[in-house]
């Protein structure tokens, strides 16, 4: 069996550190531009034992990389266990601790076994341990920024909706999970006449207190199709 830690200092409390890593869009901006990985399929959540089902690169060819979460602690850490995969075993614990008055303690907790014999597992031991510095280093220094922006932007901490278009391009599609991991409700404005009239309620998410609309549609000719309805005033 391998270990690999990663420990790192976040300016900002555990719990809202924690808060961050459950909310939506924290997955796309934890992945490595040089490593990237795609979710499949999402059943359950994080803390009722969900899985997620991620396709990843592994040299020429593509694999599934199928994880169950598990040992959820409310505020202090869960867990993720390989059910099938490139390793022989595969465990992955989130750890959040507080530090002082107004910073935590981020670690990243791994054991894993690969599936060769000794020589075999000795280079490739080498090369794992490489790769999940390298993303690791990536996920905590991405974790401390953009915690540190959505402290700096929204000082109130105020929930606000915003509405964004070209959400499918190369720039709204890296600009939503940013959003959406600092709290903030995004609404998509799309041009496609293939969406449904009818107006969509906000839908709760109850993971992490957020509301999630899925589009507004816009025609250029009469304007707004489906405006939500909202109570919040801030958007």
């Known amino acids: 069996m391998e270990h690999y830690v990663r420990r790192s200092i976040i300016n900002a409390p555990s719990k809202e550190v924690f808060l961050w890593h459950l909310r939506e869009g924290t ?42 979460h598990s040992d959820y ?15 022989s075993s595969w465990s992955h614990i989130h750890i959040y601790e507080p530090f002082g008055n107004n910073s935590s303690f981020l670690e990243d907790r791994i054991n894993y076994d690969i599936p060769l014999r000794v020589i075999g597992k000795l280079v490739a031991r080498t090369l794992v341990e490489r790769r999940l510095a390298k993303i690791f280093d990536y996920r905590h220094r991405t974790s401390n920024q953009d915690i540190h922006d959505h402290r700096t932007m929204n000082k109130n901490n105020k929930q606000m909706n915003i509405l964004i278009c070209g959400s ?17 409700n995004i609404i998509r404005l799309v041009r496609s006449s ?30 707004f199709v489906n405006l939500p309805l909202t109570d919040d005033s801030s958007t």
């Open 27 to 68: 997955f796309e901006r934890l992945n490595p531009p040089w490593q990237p990985f795609t979710i499949i399929e999402k059943k359950g959540r994080i803390e009722d034992g969900g899985l997620v089902t991620i396709n990843m690169k592994f040299g020429p060819s593509r694999i599934s990389w199928i994880l169950k």
């Open 73 to 87: 602690v409310e505020g202090k850490q869960f867990r993720d266990v390989q059910i099938k995969g490139l390793f």
């Open 168 to 184: 499918s391009g190369f720039i709204g599609s890296a600009v939503i999970p940013f959003l959406t991991t600092g709290g903030y």
């Open 194 to 223: 293939s969406l449904p009239a009818k107006r969509p309620s906000l839908e709760q998410n109850k993971q992490n207190s957020t509301k999630v609309i899925k589009f507004v549609k816009w025609d250029p000719v009469i304007g």
